[in-house]
């Protein structure tokens, strides 16, 4: 098992947050304010589409298939029917979460 010291973590903490900065400052602060090509910006239009999968499938997976949990694939279902139907990234995120946390609720 490895350990690391308080300062090691720290220190760790501290470059990720630099480093996290900047990447976001190299897009927010030094082309913040120019006009971007079409083509990028029809090709950042799927980045919703492209992150979501990669958000929903480890937990929705978890540590194999053997261990599925009947309500995230239950929301998974609603998630991606509701995205089908209306073509819509947030509508398909809050009837996922909806269904998640309100059958959770209900289930205990």
Not at 48 to 57: E, F, I, T
Not at 82 to 100: D, E, S
Request: proline letters at 5%; hydrophobic letters at 60%.
């Amino acid at each position: 098992m490895i350990t690391a010291s308080a300062s090691q973590v720290w220190i760790i903490i501290i470059a990720m947050g630099l480093g996290t900065y900047l990447i976001r400052f190299s897009f927010l602060g030094l082309i913040g304010s120019r006009e971007l090509p079409e083509w990028l910006l029809k090709l950042l239009r799927f980045t919703p589409v492209a992150v979501l999968p990669g958000v929903v499938a480890p937990m929705l997976i978890g540590s194999g298939a053997e261990n599925m949990d009947p309500l995230r694939l239950a929301a998974a279902l609603a998630t991606l029917v509701v995205g089908l139907i209306t073509r819509n990234v947030l509508y398909a995120i809050i009837a996922g979460l909806g269904l998640f946390f309100g059958l959770g609720a209900l289930i205990g």
